[in-house]
T-cell receptor
Framework: NAGVTQTPKFQVLKTGQSMTLQCAQDMNHNSMYWYRQDPGMGLRLIYYSASEGTTDKGEVPNGYNVSRLNKREFSLRLESAAPSQTSVYFC????????????FGNGTRLTVT | SQQGEEDPQALSIQEGENATMNCSYKTSINNLQWYRQNSGRGLVHLILIRSNEREKHSGRLRVTLDTSKKSSSLLITASRAADTASYFCATDKGAQKLVFGQGTRLTINP
């Protein structure tokens, strides 16, 4: 049982390049999330998807786009990477919508130079 | 903006001692959750306490919630080296948009 799988694990981009972070869950969860974690800032919600076919902005959505491809997969795209997007990105899922714990992947460590 | 604020930011204790971490928040909540993060890994859910509950236990973990003071505490009893990790509280105002605090870094010394 893999849980939440994120790819890639590490990535280095140059400013202005684009990339897509992939996330898949095998728990038949309805809700999926993208967070970023920066030192001293905790985790901040970028985007979330309450159910297949819906997405909504979180606290820090600027510079990102998302796609809920199907119930299993939720991708995060950086169209034009900036150094301020250097961070660790976590995908999570939950059965949702209330009183459900989040299940996290192990993160993607992104550096933008 | 951060909803939950953990205190202390770092805590170092001897194996076998109890560890207490606190979380304060600003607005009313639906539930509060605690997570653990080992170095280089994703967060792992520990316990969820609803706004109408005051205390909850899970193994060596005890969580309390005081909605009048807008605060929660996580107690880990009889600590072990494997408990070394960062601990985060997360508040849920509804619709599952959890807001995380900055975390407490716990070190258990053998």
């Amino acid at each position: 049982n893999a849980g939440v799988t994120q790819t890639p694990k590490f990535q280095v981009l140059k400013t202005g390049q684009s990339m897509t972070l992939q996330c898949a869950q095998d728990m038949n969860h309805n809700s999926m999330y993208w967070y970023r974690q920066d030192p001293g800032m905790g985790l901040r919600l970028i985007y979330y998807s309450a159910s297949e076919g819906t997405t909504d902005k979180g606290e820090v959505p600027n510079g990102y786009n998302v796609s809920r491809l199907n119930k299993r997969e939720f991708s995060l795209r950086l169209e034009s990477a900036a150094p301020s997007q250097t961070s660790v990105y976590f995908c999570a899922s939950s059965a949702g919508p209330y009183y459900s714990p989040l299940h996290f992947g192990n993160g993607t460590r992104l550096t933008v130079t | 903006s951060q909803q939950g604020e953990e205190d202390p930011q770092a805590l170092s204790i001897q194996e076998g001692e109890n560890a207490t971490m606190n979380c304060s928040y600003k607005t009313s909540i639906n539930n509060l959750q605690w997570y653990r993060q080992n170095s280089g890994r994703g967060l792992v859910h520990l316990i969820l306490i609803r706004s109408n509950e005051r205390e909850k236990h899970s193994g060596r973990l005890r969580v309390t919630l005081d909605t009048s003071k807008k605060s929660s505490s996580l107690l880990i009893t009889a600590s072990r080296a494997a408990d070394t990790a960062s601990y985060f509280c997360a508040t849920d105002k509804g619709a599952q948009k959890l807001v995380f605090g900055q975390g407490t870094r716990l070190t258990i010394n053998p």
